[in-house]
């Protein structure tokens, strides 16, 4: 059975999805003209829409990826650790940190001090989804996809349980069958 078979409703098609990638990647292009960003995603929800990103950057850029430990499913105070680290300086480079998903902000607020404190010429952030009613720290965006609603939702690098990340779009799960 096609894993799309668990959709209960699709709330980002993929053409839109692509759309707006593009109009992104584009904008960086033009911002980061002769600058020479490094962009940095946290593995691995961000490898989708990064590898998609990265086709529609037409300037000279590198890329890094960090890992973090995963909090607890509902919790907003789990403290964040840093299991995979950056493989190299971002010392005196333009940062952009790319992220798939937003919400509390407290994970990104954590990761953003801490690149802070390597002194990159600059930090800024590009994020595909935001769920901005979540917050609890406020975190400046330079570039944004899509707001979420206050629902779960999978695809494009969003998952339950490791799976659905391989959708081309964003949906919502059908609820699971009652187990009696």
């Known amino acids: 059975m096609p894993i799309s078979d668990d959709i209960q409703q699709v709330l980002i098609e993929s053409d839109v999805l692509q759309k707006r990638v593009a109009e992104l990647g584009a904008q960086i292009s033009q911002d980061y003209a002769d600058k020479d960003p490094v962009l940095v995603g946290v593995l691995s929800g961000v490898v989708v829409f990064m590898a998609d990103l990265l086709r529609h950057i ?3 850029m590198s890329l890094d990826f960090m890992a973090i430990s995963q909090y607890q499913s509902g ?39 801490t690149l802070q404190t390597r002194q990159p010429a600059s930090i800024k952030v590009c994020v595909l989804f935001d ?12 570039y944004q996809g899509f707001e979420l609603p206050d629902t779960y939702v999978v695809g494009y690098g969003l998952d339950s349980k490791g799976y659905y990340r391989n959708l081309p779009f964003v949906g919502i799960l059908k609820p699971a069958p009652q187990e009696f």
């Not at 964040?80 to 407290?106: A, N, P, Q, Y």
């Not at 769920?131 to 330079?142: G, S």
């Open 58 to 60: 037409t300037i000279p």
């Open 75 to 113: 919790s907003h105070s789990g403290s964040v650790r840093i299991t995979k680290d950056l493989d190299h300086s971002i010392t005196d480079r333009h940062v952009l940190f790319v992220e798939d998903i937003i919400d509390t902000g407290l994970s990104l607020h954590y990761l953003l001090r």
């Open 131 to 142: 769920r901005p009613y979540r917050r609890l720290i406020n975190i400046p965006l330079a």
